[in-house]
């Protein structure tokens, strides 16, 4: 038996994260770690804890077997309930065969039959790979007073990048009255964070509706918003004025780990208040030998850190042997970097091993050609050889042969 909920939370996560590149070739990009002992997922799903929010279907496809592993039962998240809790939601075989999720608005359409058996009246849909700080609660409360179909958290950008958003236009009341999809000329600058709320009566009529036009690509953004608008149904814009990164990038990966070391970022993760959650394994307390010099850094449980670490997030397990240098960089859990290696301005994804005297990556003002510079990438359980070069920008998926002195 299910009870009845006010309101049921669909996590759309079943992104490949092409973007991300050697980081999600085995692991779907909600599942990708972040801030040194956090996954990408774990923000919205404690975001929905925090926010009363008790029942939660996450919509896995691309690579869902670790993602799965890691939300189990949904204990970490104090969503392990019999009559509620967190399920997560593949696409599966129907009488007229397997359907993969065809986009976003098709992913929920599926799974249709998940929300029903809770009867709600409203339904969140969240995507999984943001990290935010966010009170969905309050959220429904506006939707609520607005008596709306739809809301739609918006966040307030800077004129000169709000072309690479999908913009709200509203009038004063806050009611939506135009989309633009990465306008060159934005009117607004009220940017769409992925973030809805539907009445579900109103939302069921959609879905149905879009999934019938053979013209429709199925996504939220690109028909069923516009459908809404069109029908002249009751759309808000809600306003969100805390952190909010979208990390489907490289760069956006690195700068969001690299911004929780900066005390003017609001994003405080520390704070008993909005706790986030997270699956973690049981580690020893790190280890700074007497060699180690640490400077701004995040180090995480289970480390043992014996070189120079400089402005960069440390996961659980991560070895830096004496001598090492680790720069504006990322090390993902279970990381070896031996004596000499230099990692500059690079991420390293989980069991990576980088030789003695091997480099990965370079400071910028190292590089003769700027625009040949960016953010080393070192795929998981990748080797990289002793006296070995992974250059600046590099998407290294295999491991790099040792360098002798003669070569």
Known sequence: MFRKQECVAMLLAGGQGSRLYALTRRIAKPAVPYGGKYRIIDFPLSNCVNSGIETVGVLTQYQPLELSDYIGS?????????????????????????????????????????????????????????????????????????????????????????????????????????????????????????????????????????????ASSNDFGKNVLPAMLDAGERMFAYRFDGYWKDVGTIDSLWEANLDLLNPKVPLDLSDDAWKIYSRNPGMPPQYLADTAQVQNSMITEGCNISGKVEYSVIFAGVTVEEGAEIIDSILMPGSIVRKGAKVHYAILAENVEVGEGAQVGAKPEEMADLEKWGIAVVASGVKVGKGACVPAKAMQETDVEEVTAHA
């Not at 204990?75 to 999720?101: E, F, I, S, T």
């Not at 739609?152 to 072309?163: F, G, M, N």
């Not at 009611?175 to 109103?202: C, D, H, N, Q, R």
């Open 74 to 214: 949904g204990q970490p998240w104090d969503l392990d309930r019999m009559d509620a809790g967190v399920h997560v939601l593949p696409p599966y075989q129907r009488n007229k065969g397997a359907d993969w999720y065809k986009g976003t608005a098709n992913a929920i359409y599926q799974n249709m039959q998940f929300i029903e058996r809770y009867d709600p009246e409203y339904v969140l849909v969240l995507s999984g790979d943001h990290i935010y700080k966010m009170d969905y609660s309050a959220m429904l409360a506006a939707h609520k007073a607005k008596n709306a179909d739809c809301t739609i958290a918006v966040l307030d950008v800077p004129k000169e990048e709000a072309s690479r958003f999908g913009i709200l236009n509203t009038n004063e009341d806050g009611s939506v009255y135009e989309f633009e999809e990465k306008p060159k000329e934005p009117k607004s600058t009220l940017a769409s964070m992925g973030i809805y709320i539907f009445t579900w009566e109103k939302l069921r009529k959609y879905l149905i509706a879009d999934e019938k036009d053979p």
